[in-house]
């Protein structure tokens, strides 16, 4: 277990160098840069003290090795549009938004998407189950972004009974929460019923109720257990995918979140806080999928033997 | 039984097609009966005709300003309104049907062109050059596609090929790893085997044995591609950051709508809908040969 362990980070450390790398040299190769869409023009000497300030003037790798060693205590410098704070600073400062909204839109996706699946599962092939799969096409089809106007053009312009958007009491949260979570519940309906159906079908079930057992306790005991291994893992990673906000989401309804930060920091160029955002996603994601693998191995003993005998 | 074999040892290629027709045949037998597959079909074969045709059946140019109708509701000479500049929608949805199909399918051509041998080395020759690739994939999977894409669109400015350029880079991890789970399973077949034994080259193995096995589930891994690229095509024009004006498009059509279309119903009805049916055609269609090809992989 703790083999399995030290190899899942040291794996994920070696993704977050190449990763800071490649996108560090990316932003500091490409022509144009930060201060090549300046309203004021700069002269030559000041550009080099911008650059000299912002250490833009030294080599690359050196740059990188530099940055490298702050951002592993956490500090990725100065946003250039914004320099009374720090990167970090923002970053900490947009996502309590962001990770509200995605949370209960997560939540709210897990509830109804979960109970449909099973719903669908425990009715396998009947025109109930039939109407839950075309439901799970439809809905997966429709982008957050068309639903949030449909929803602010019904309930807010016409009805008037939610703000079309910003930020505010728990009235100003439904409209979003519904229109990120809403979608999402198709994938989770989706995902459930796949992983109910495969168990049901599975022998051991089969032996279950030939030994004589009744259909609710093969359904707690034998099905949903079974059924909760590849549920939890690949539902876990949906709490950071949506708690760092949806650039999508939060530009149709105004919020001031990370996401809609994010797509303005890089129209605009602003490499710290592209760079420091990219990283802090990229960290939560990865730091995500690990604890999701250690819990893999905790709940299935397969996972430990297996990776025992290879 | 002996006279049986006989003839398929006297015809090998033979035996060898017919059995490849006759699994197609009932592919798109199964095909056929799923009427969400079939609409999908329908779809496609019709926007691409709208797309292609766009110059021709448009009754308006879709740059062609007329300050006389701004907001103009659905009448008989702007049969779906105008927008904001007096611009015909209908004339401008039309054109937009062309980014859409331009980025989903060049998207997934661009994946498979990077991911097919990348996946196919892998499988095949293992070792460190596996190992690299499957780090690769791990670490391309494990980010948000969106992030990959801001990136490249902050820093190549947006355009359709640049935006192609973008999603190819995340999209190329689904049939990497597709076709590298198919070679390493048909690295075991005995005829590989066999034509391995028989001193034939690697590189002749691959693409006269082993690729042709994957070609089903490529077609499949292809359109199930689409939809997601036609979702970031409107995402990212919506946000101003995909396709650029003049060129119309639908998610930029919402995005320019801007804050008046809470009043004006019909600037942001026709695009949602256009996308909402084209996303779930291509679902439809994806599923459906899914479904055709039997395809047995969780994704």
Redesign the interface.
Known sequence: MLNYTLRRFSGILIMLLLLSFVTFVLSRTVPGGPFGKVEVPMGEKQLAQFKAKYGLDKPILEQYVTWLGQAVRLDFGTPFTAPEMTVTGLILKLLPYSALVGFLACMFALVVGIIIGMVSAAHQNSWLDNAIVTYSIVVGSIPSFVLGFILVYVFSAKLGWFPAGGWGGPKYLVLPVFAYGFPATAGVARWTRQCMVDVVSSDYVRTAYAKGLQRSQVMSKHVLRNALIPMVTSFLPMFPGMMTGSMFIETVFGLPGLGKQFTLASTNRDYPLVLGITIFWALLISMTYFLTDILYGVIDPRVRIMEKSS | MSKAKSQRNAQPNNTSEVHVASNWVAAWRRFRRNS?AMFGLVYFVFIVFVAVMAPVIAPYAYDAVDYAVTYQEPTWQHVLGTDYLGRDILSRLMWGARPMLLVGILTGLVGMVIGVPLGILAGYLGGAFDWFIQ?LV??FS???W??LV??L????SPSVMNLVLALSISSWVGSCRLVRGLTLSAREYDFVEAARALGIPTRQILFRHVLPQAAPLLLWGFASGI?GSV?AE??LS????GIRPPMPSWGQM?GQAGNY???Y?HI?LFP?LC??IS??AF??LA?GLRQAIDVNV?V
Do not use: E, H, K, T
Request: net charge negative.
């Open positions: 969400l780090r791990d670490l494990a980010l948000p969106y992030l801001l990136y669109v902050m820093v190549l939809p979702f409107a995402g919506y946000l101003g950051i919402l279309w809470m009043y119903w942001f949602s996308i909402v996303v779930l679902q439809g599923d969780n």
